[in-house]
């Protein structure tokens, strides 16, 4: 079975990893939360993917940065400091003994409940806050293979209906466009904004190469990306000719390169969207030059 730009090497060692529950560490059998948990119930809560790069988080601060407006958003007090926070991730990283090619998926909800409703008066005590860490290693056919999207017809919605840029515990929009992806045949769902201009991906970020152009949505219909937002601030260090625009779909079909951003896979080629063969459906130049450009820049800042 194929997870697209999400394909990894299984590890072992995952059985037995300790998860950071409420700043205990517990086995990861025994790492439960509540079934009147607000984010169990109704999605009610925030969360950030991770990659650790020699023991440390990449791009940290742009992360509780994002985690840090996301909380603002809901009203929700994450009851410790950022510094709190980094601390508790950092220890639990150390009791897994956990270096490189690790994941950590960091969720923060509203917490218990007194009772199944969604309004958040009723929820009692501090918020739940989970950190997952894993021995998580990209497939690194990703790098080189290039993936299948679809182009489903669930859109990005308005911040005034869900705000996309709010990375929220609900993400159904997201898993119906990749459930329509999967039934096509594709590795991913590309999906559109409320006026039929590409945005995103169900789970990535899209770029496409046009004439040594590299182009991405204008952002505002997706979540503000932070592999994003590195690889246009790669480009623009690079002289590299960078746009965050509208563009249609008909111009991802003769694009001469696409690929995606993302924090577990960093860039993946993209070789056929809809049954159409992008270029010549391999990894382009400029792709292969951004992923180098990408994996010098984590370096850099892992040390």
Known sequence: MSFGTHSYVPDPRNADILINLNGKLKPRAEATVSVLDAGFMMGDGVWEGLRVHHGKIAFWPEHSARLAEGLSALRMDLGISMDELKERIDST??????VDDVHIRLMVTRGLKSTPYQDPRVAVGGPTIVIIPEY????PKTAINTSRLFTVHVRRGRPDVQDAGLNS???????TACIQAIEAGADEGLMLDPQGFVSTC??????????GEVWTSTGDYCLGGITRSKVVEI????DIPVFEKNFRLMQCYSADEAFTTGTFAGLAPVGEIDGRTISTGKRGPLT???QGLYLKL???TCG
């Not at 990283?93 to 956990?98: D, G, V």
């Not at 515990?169 to 898993?175: A, F, M, T, V």
């Not at 169900?202 to 004439?211: A, E, G, K, M």
């Open 136 to 139: 998580k290693k990209p497939d």
């Open 93 to 98: 990283l150390k009791a897994n003994e956990m």
């Open 235 to 238: 480009c623009k260090a690079n």
């Open 298 to 300: 984590i370096a850099d």
């Open 202 to 211: 169900n789970s990535t970020h899209f770029f496409i190469v046009r004439n």
């Open 169 to 175: 515990h609900s993400k159904l929009n997201c898993i």
């Open 288 to 290: 292969e030059r951004l």
